[in-house]
Nanobody
Framework: QVQLVESGGGLVQAGGSLRLSCAAS????????MGWFRQTPGKEREFVAG????????YHTDSVEGRFTISRDNAKKMVYLQMNSLKPEDTAVYYC??????????????????WGQGTQVTVSS
């Protein structure tokens, strides 16, 4: 089993920054691909960023490219999403996700099988 716990969400003014953290359990964490998604009411969950097991392959959706950065620390079993220059349209519940099936794949994943409970990010204008 994999458990994921997000933290770091909150209320911030437009132009501000937040860093989301995801603490993971599981002995094989370093083999997982990891990702961040977000969702607002009435909309589908959106893939925001993904990272391979080594960190050598990353993806950021166009709307956050240059503002958000995904990273990971395998020794600490942590994944991060640094969010800068936040905009009101970034307001959402952000979810951490793990893809165990990736198993040391050199690429980030687009499909995931474990999810955290989410953390709310609210950006005021």
């Amino acid at each position: 089993q994999v458990q994921l716990v997000e933290s770091g969400g909150g209320l911030v003014q437009a132009g501000g920054s937040l860093r989301l953290s995801c603490a993971a359990s599981g002995r094989a964490f370093s083999s997982y691909a990891m990702g961040w998604f977000r969702q607002t009411p009435g909309k589908e969950r959106e893939f925001v960023a993904g990272i391979s097991w080594s960190g050598g392959s990353t993806y950021h959706t166009d709307s956050v490219e240059g503002r958000f950065t995904i990273s990971r620390d395998n020794a600490k079993k942590m994944v991060y999403l640094q969010m800068n220059s936040l905009k009101p349209e970034d307001t959402a519940v952000y979810y951490c996700a793990a893809d165990r099936r990736a198993y040391y794949s050199d690429s980030y994943s687009v499909e995931y099988d474990y999810w955290g409970q989410g953390t709310q990010v609210t950006v005021s204008s």
